[in-house]
């Protein structure tokens, strides 16, 4: 241990002294004693968040007694009032609400969906896609065409006219980061109808986005891009084991015909808010550094790891500094955002707000990636932040946190971005989050207590070293 000091003081001795006058350089003995400082402080993160944690019980609470938090709903409705609370209850210096106005779509009826092959009726797992029309009152039938891509679907003009355009672009199963594989193909769920919408197809269905084979339909975002309205036509997605069967099918049969119903509607915008909770910071009150997650989730499940996880991840730092007598020198700032899934409204709102009144924000962490095992952190920053947090990687990877890297942080926090403003993304082992994201799946049964506790130290561990050494030597002016 003597000489891994010895090295940490040599190799990096600003690494913990960044609050120290730029020119100023920190003695090794300094170094050391930050060094061993700091070790214990995050043993006692760890180590409350193991024994006296609350996340767990306030997911529970959350999704149990809520559920589903879809924008606009009765459920988003009744999460801001239970987030405005639980803040309270856990004894931040200020909390309040932010007004945003979110989009309100409805699924309606369930879906039905079915094709018949070899003289047998086949019923096919699906969902509507958020944000899509309804199909008619009777449903669509239709001749099915099928495509891999989005490129694909780019080069099908008229061969699309009247039909069902089925995109069964499939996770690259061979990228360990699963949400690489997702970043892959969301493409063609999102931005699947204004292709072919524009060449005249009836509808599209699109495989769900998981990486495993399974009968649940996983949902998710879509838009109509800039087509005229006239062109917009109904999207919706079914099981991956629905999509593998359909295109086996389809290549013993090219000419069956698929039929779907679904009865979502679009419904004018809904006012909700973002719930919003500091700490107040003893040395820099005017800088801020943002923790958080989004509030609201798809309506199919009961959004527990997305993003209810992150959601009480995000207070339990709060919790973990209060607990551990943790004074920040910045302020904290819990945010529970509105409206991720369908609009960044709630993000969007909260970033115009925060230029508007001049507010200095020196960092932001967010967790919407699920509540699996802590696997280390996302860093988009200067290259000065950048090397300083990853400087840290010693002190972290005893908690297996060994994975910081640069790269994106979150939808949430990234309207903050800024050359002076340091993002961090939470990264959890990521091979389980997309057997249950979007889907009716995702409830609080497949959340294991300790590691959503360990998601909620390595969370607040962070924090505590940025609030400490973090130097924003440039910050924004009001």
Request: glycine residues 10%; aromatic residues 8%; proline residues 4%.
């Amino acid at each position: 241990m003597k000489n891994q000091l010895l090295f940490i003081a040599f190799a990096g001795i600003t690494l913990f002294s960044c609050k120290t006058e730029p020119t100023k350089k920190a003695s090794i003995s300094e170094a050391s004693d930050n060094y061993k400082q700091d070790s214990i402080q995050i043993k006692n993160i760890f180590n409350a968040a193991l024994t006296q944690g609350q996340s767990y019980e306030w997911l529970r609470d959350l999704t149990q007694n809520i559920g589903s938090r879809l924008s606009g709903s009765e459920g988003a409705a009744k999460s801001v009032v239970w987030g405005e609370q639980l803040m309270k209850e856990v004894g931040l210096d200020s909390v309040w609400l932010q007004p945003v106005m979110v989009p309100h779509w409805v699924r309606g009826e369930k879906e039905v969906a079915n094709y018949e092959f070899n003289g047998e009726k086949i019923n096919v797992p699906i969902c509507a896609l958020g944000g899509s029309i309804a199909t008619p009152s009777n449903g669509i039938s239709a001749q099915i065409i099928e495509v891999k891509s989005v490129d694909e679907a780019k080069n099908l003009g008229d061969k699309a006219n009247g039909k069902i355009v089925f995109f069964n672009g499939a996770f690259d199963n061979t990228l360990i980061n699963t949400f690489q594989a997702y970043g892959g193909c969301v493409g063609q769920r999102y931005g699947g109808a204004s292709i072919v919408g524009k060449f005249g197809a009836k509808g599209v269905i699109v495989r769900s986005m998981t990486n495993g084979i399974d009968d649940y339909p996983h949902t998710g975002s879509m838009g109509y891009g800039d087509i005229p309205t006239s062109k917009y036509i109904p999207a919706a997605a079914i099981s991956s084991r629905a999509a593998e069967n359909l295109s086996k099918h389809l290549k013993e049969n090219p000419n069956l015909e698929f039929y779907f119903k679904q009865s979502c509607e679009n419904l004018p915008d809904a006012p909700s808010h973002n719930v919003v909770g500091e700490i107040k910071g003893i040395e820099n009150t005017d800088k801020i550094m943002v923790i958080g997650g989004h509030l609201d989730s798809w309506d199919l499940g009961e959004g527990a790891h997305d993003d209810g996880t992150g959601i009480v991840q995000s207070l339990e730092v709060a919790y973990l500094f209060i607990k551990n007598n943790i004074k920040p020198k910045n302020t904290i700032r819990i945010v529970f955002f509105m409206n991720e899934e369908n609009g960044l409204r709630g993000a969007t709102e909260y970033a115009r707000l925060a230029k508007e009144n001049g507010e200095i924000h020196i960092g932001a962490l967010e967790s919407d990636a699920g509540g699996h095992t802590p696997r280390g952190f996302t860093i988009d920053a200067n290259d000065k932040n950048r090397k300083l947090l990853q400087s840290w990687k010693e002190l972290l990877a005893p908690y297996g946190l060994h994975d910081i890297t640069a790269g994106g942080s979150g939808a949430d926090i990234g309207p903050l971005k800024d050359e002076h403003v340091t993002l961090v993304g939470y990264r959890p082992d990521s091979q389980r989050y997309f057997d249950y994201h979007h889907a009716a799946t995702d409830t609080f049964d497949k959340v294991n207590k300790r590691e959503l506790e360990l998601g909620s130290a390595s969370m607040a561990s962070i924090v505590y070293l940025m609030d400490k050494y973090l130097y924003n030597d440039e910050p924004l002016k009001p």
